[in-house]
Every structure is written in C-alpha cells, then in structure tokens.
C-alpha cells in the first residue's frame, strides 16, 4: 500500500528550494519572536552557574517562553526532548538538556527556538561557566566575531558564499576549524526553511540576497579540526578530535541597505563574559 505523507504548502515550497521573500508583517512578526527569544537567553545570565544542571536551564527556558506567550519549537521537533539546547565543551550543536551538572571552567552554548504567533525566533550564545581558561575564552571571542563578520556581509546584491568567506576567513587566521556539517537555515513561519547558510566557502558564490530574506547565521568553530560525529542519542554532536567548539546564532532579514538583527540582546549580553 502505497503511504501518501500528509505535507503542507509550506513544506512543498521549502523543498522546492525557492528562497521565501517577506513583507513588513514578516519583519514585525520575527522582530517580536526575536526579541522574545533574545529575552529568554538574558533571563539565564545568573543561572549558569557551577552546579546547576542543564535540565534545570532547560526548565527554565521553557517557562520564559511560555510566560511570553510562545511555546518552544524544539520540543518534540523530530523526537527532541528539549525547550533548548546546551552544549558544554566538546559539543558543537544539539546537546540534550539532562542531569548533566555545570562545573568552573565549561563553557556552554544555549540555542534557544521560541514560536510566536508563527514566528520562530532561534538564537544562541556562549556562556562562561566560573573561571574560564584563556584557550577558551579566546574561542568565544573569536567566534562571535565570526558572527558578527558574516552579518556585516548580509545585504542585498552579496552572496551566502560573501557570509561563508568572511566566517571561515576569520576563523582560519586563528588556525581554528569550520564546522561544516550543519549550517544556518532560512527562517520564519517555518523553523528550518531554504537557504542553507554555509560557514565555510568562496566569495562571489552562492544564491544571491534580497530584501526580505529570513535567515540564520549560526557558526561552529573548534579549536582543532572541523570533523563532527552524533552520539547514539541521534542528537548530541561532539568534536571528532574532542577540542573545544563554540557557537553563536543571530535570526536576520535582509533590508534595502543591510539586514535587521531580530534576536539582538535587549540586556546587551550578546557576548559574554556577562557579569
Ligand atoms: N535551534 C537549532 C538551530 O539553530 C535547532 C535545534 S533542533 C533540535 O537550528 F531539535 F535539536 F532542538
Ligand atoms: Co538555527
Ligand atoms: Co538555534
């Protein structure tokens, strides 16, 4: 018996590949949801903290949306448990909210996803656990740095490749490694949508940005080498070498004359240390 998969007209244009275009009510929608979301990672600044642990974060986090009148789109998005992710150390992405304790010394990437009247608002930012060491602290500024440049490169006429270059430029001269098996996404009304956002890759190249394009810029950098492997959680993503990595996340939406950062931070904790 043949099985017909029930898809959305969303999910069809999504697989077509054709890079959605938004209007003003796409920019009052996502400026809400980023700020939402944005406010959520400012609520966690005085709890991450040695000894608390990742599942009480994530309780946290699933409150503050809810007390926003968003819920969180990774809770059961393709069997996550989670209302966010945090990945200590070694782990690059998708780290599973659990009984995992915070100890001096981590430090800790929170990627949070709020849905808002329809909007999704996704953004991460590094945390220092305690004392963080220098190696690691460098790491942390460097990538949100990487960030940052690949953001000054979204405007209309560049390309994603534009944003790919100045991210993997920058991390390459601290002889750091680009993550390249996950990317940023488009984003909006759906959660993962077109384009795929490299990290890595050649100016010039590329589809190219207009007015009106949602998307994620989410670089992973690692101290050593870009190789990933997924733990048998299915989620968990760790550095192959085990070298530090870390990781930050702005939702944008391209304008006439650059892009709007929707999940700025409203209490200036965009880049640790927060204190
Ligand atoms: N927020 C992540 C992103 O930046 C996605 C997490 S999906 C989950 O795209 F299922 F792992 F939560
Ligand atoms: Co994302
Ligand atoms: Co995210």
């Excluded at 009510?25 to 903290?49: I, K, N, S």
């Excluded at 956002?197 to 940005?209: D, F, K, N, Q, S």
């Excluded at 492997?229 to 939406?253: C, I, M, N, P, Y």
Aim: negative net charge; proline residues 5%; aromatic residues 6%.
């Amino acid at each position: 018996m043949t099985q017909y998969e029930a898809v959305s007209a969303d999910e069809v244009h999504s697989r077509s590949g054709a890079i959605r275009l938004h209007g003003p009510e796409g920019f009052e929608g996502m400026r809400r949801a980023g700020r939402a979301a944005a406010e959520v990672l400012d609520t966690l600044v005085p709890h991450v903290v040695p000894g608390v642990t990742t599942q009480e974060i994530d309780d946290i986090v699933y409150r503050e949306m809810r007390a926003r009148g968003g819920v969180p789109a990774t809770l059961g998005y393709r069997g996550f448990t989670g209302s966010s992710c945090l990945s200590i150390n070694h782990v690059v992405c998708h780290g599973i909210p659990g009984d995992r304790v915070l100890k001096d010394g981590d430090i800790v990437n929170i990627d949070v996803t709020i849905l808002l009247d329809g909007w999704h608002g996704d953004t991460s930012r590094m945390f220092l656990v305690g004392d963080v060491g220098v190696k690691a602290r460098r790491l942390v500024d460097v990538t949100y740095d990487c960030l940052m440049l690949g953001i000054e490169q979204a405007r209309p006429g560049n390309r994603l490749g534009d944003i790919a270059h100045a991210i993997q430029t920058y991390a390459e001269k601290h002889r750091y490694g680009v993550v390249r098996d996950f990317c940023g996404h488009g984003v909006g009304r759906v959660f993962h949508d077109a384009p795929e956002v490299i990290h890595a890759g050649r100016p010039g190249t590329g589809p190219e940005l207009k007015p009106g394009m949602f998307f994620t810029i989410e670089p992973m950098i690692n101290i050593g080498k870009p190789a990933v492997k997924v733990l048998d959680d299915g989620w968990t993503a760790v550095t192959r070498d085990r070298t530090l990595s870390a990781q930050f996340e702005h939702s944008v939406g391209i304008t006439e004359d650059g892009c709007e950062i929707f999940t700025k931070s409203p209490g200036g904790f965009d880049k640790p240390p927060y204190a």
